[in-house]
């Protein structure tokens, strides 16, 4: 049977599949990782990326938002054992002078490729629907400890200005140790979920964005995207390349990433639809 036929027939009978859809929210994730449950609500949520109004740099706009489905998050972030198992199965990258295997630490220095190929792996082995993070959920489930990064100083105010204000904003944040730490070190969210704001950031699955502030105050709906750059959360919101290792793919991102860069996952309700995705990339990444 050809690679295409198999990958045809395999998604048509994920989609075929009839059933309850698999809950997003229980309290197990893979190999005892604890999650989350993350139910429905709404929040004011200050948008990612850059915006300008009239021409000069702006605060992104502060915006009611409304998370519609449950889903669960990772109570603490993928460990470096939880990595190896990964890449002893084939399913992840091996990181170049990384052989660190602890349980109580996070797995640090991986690019958003990395972070993929890891939610691809768990998925196939749990049979369940693991991502990445958008920005969106992750600052939701963050609740107290998203860090709104608007900088207190007036909408078009010049440049000089603007960046005295963000230097004075993140040299007042807490300095934390450079070395990973063990879980549960920063403590823990009104949620219950650890390490929000601690010294390791993680990767969502969010592109950066740029827009204009209309005269509103809203968003406007051009805007130009850049995929090549993701947003990472921590103690503070981040913009960040991929990082590709290979220097013949790379371009300007080619390099290896930071060692404060880590991975926490979510899961959602698996619907037919996306079981067949889930089924889809899987076969993608073994041909």
């Known amino acids: 049977m050809s690679a295409f036929l198999k990958v045809f027939v395999a998604v048509t009978a994920a989609l075929g599949v009839v059933g309850a859809a698999s809950p997003a929210g229980s309290g197990a994730g893979p190999e005892g990782v604890g999650v989350v449950a993350i139910e429905p609500g709404a929040f004011a949520y200050r948008m990612s990326g850059d915006f300008q109004r009239d021409g000069l740099e702006a605060n992104a706009p502060l915006r009611e938002t409304a998370i519609a489905e449950p889903f669960a998050i990772m109570t603490r972030q993928v460990s470096q054992r939880d990595y190896a198992r990964c890449v002893a199965d084939g399913g992840c990258a091996k990181l170049k002078g990384v052989d660190a295997t602890a349980a109580d630490l996070p797995v640090v220095g991986v690019n958003w490729g990395d972070a993929t190929a890891y939610a691809l792996w768990l ?35 010049g440049y000089a200005k603007r960046w005295l204000a963000k230097f004075d904003q993140e040299a007042a944040l807490e300095k934390q140790p450079k070395a990973p730490q063990p879980f549960g070190r920063f403590g823990a969210n009104e949620r219950g979920v650890v390490d929000l704001a601690g010294n390791v950031w993680e990767w969502t699955d969010t592109c950066y964005e740029r827009r204009t502030v209309e005269a509103s105050g809203a968003p406007s709906e051009a805007l130009t995207r850049n995929c090549r750059v993701r947003i990472a959360e921590g103690g503070h919101r981040a913009y960040i390349s991929d990082f590709i290792r290979d220097s013949r793919n790379g371009g300007c991102s080619v390099g290896l990433p930071p060692t404060n860069l880590g991975i926490r996952l979510v899961r959602h309700r698996e619907t037919p639809l996306r079981r067949a995705w889930r089924v889809f990339a899987g076969l993608l990444a073994s041909l």
């Open 123 to 157: 998925s196939r082995h749990t049979g369940e629907d693991w991502q990445l993070p958008s920005d969106v959920e992750w600052a939701y489930a963050a609740g107290a400890r998203f860090h709104d990064d608007a900088i207190a100083a007036s909408d078009g105010d």
